[in-house]
C-alpha cells in the first residue's frame, strides 16, 4: 500500500500483518479523492482542512489526507496492532505535527470531544463490516456538533451492507467498488 498523491506520494504505508485489519485499498481510496476533488456536490477541499478518521487502522486516508495539505488529522483506533502500525506510519512520514493519534473507542472518544472545541470538514468512517452501531455513532457525532456546517461524512461499509441511518443524514452520492460501497453525506441543518 502506499500513499496516492502529495508530498508523500508513493511512500509505502504498513499494514499489521493479521487478517482482522481490512484496508482501504489503493484502488477506493483513489475514487474517494477523485470525488472529492472533481464533483461539484463536494464544497470542502482537503487543503487546509481538518479531517476526524475515525477506525482509522493503518492510517492511509488520513495519511493520504495530509500529504495533500490537510491542516490537522485526528485519529481514533483502538484495535492495539493496528495502533501500534498508524503511529509507526506517523513516525515513518514524520507528519506527526499535524496529527493527533488516539488509542480508543470511536464512541468514547466521540463522547469524550468538547462541543465546541474543533470542527471538522471531512469525517472518515471505516468501521469493521459487523458494525451495526452506525446510527448510534452518528446520532453522538450530531449531537456533539463537531464538523463544520459543509462538513462531509465519507462512509466505507460491506455493498452488501443495509444501514439504517438517521433521517436528519442525507446521503447524496453512493459509489460501489468491488466488495465496498461509500457514501457520501452530510446532515441536514
Known sequence: MRIISGKFKNKKILLPSDK????LKDIVRE?????????NLIENEILNSSIL???????SFGLECLSRG?????????????FEILKKNLNHLNCANHAHIYNDT???FIKNLEK??????FIFMDPPYKEDKITELLDIIFKKEIFTKKGLF??????????NLPKNFKIFLEKTYGLSKIYFGKFNA
Not at 20 to 23: A, D, E, I, K, S
Not at 31 to 39: G, L
Request: aromatic share 12%; proline share 6%; glycine share 4%.
Open 20 to 23: 482482522l485489519t481490512r484496508p
Open 116 to 121: 465546541n472545541n474543533i470542527k471538522y470538514n
Open 53 to 59: 478518521d475515525l477506525y482509522s487502522g493503518s492510517g
Open 154 to 163: 465519507i462512509l466505507h461499509r460491506n455493498k452488501k451492507t443495509i444501514d
Open 70 to 82: 490537510a491542516s490537522r488529522v485526528d485519529f481514533c483506533e483502538n484495535y492495539p496492532p493496528a
Open 106 to 108: 470511536v464512541f468514547n
Open 31 to 39: 475514487s474517494i479523492f477523485n470525488v472529492i476533488e472533481h464533483s
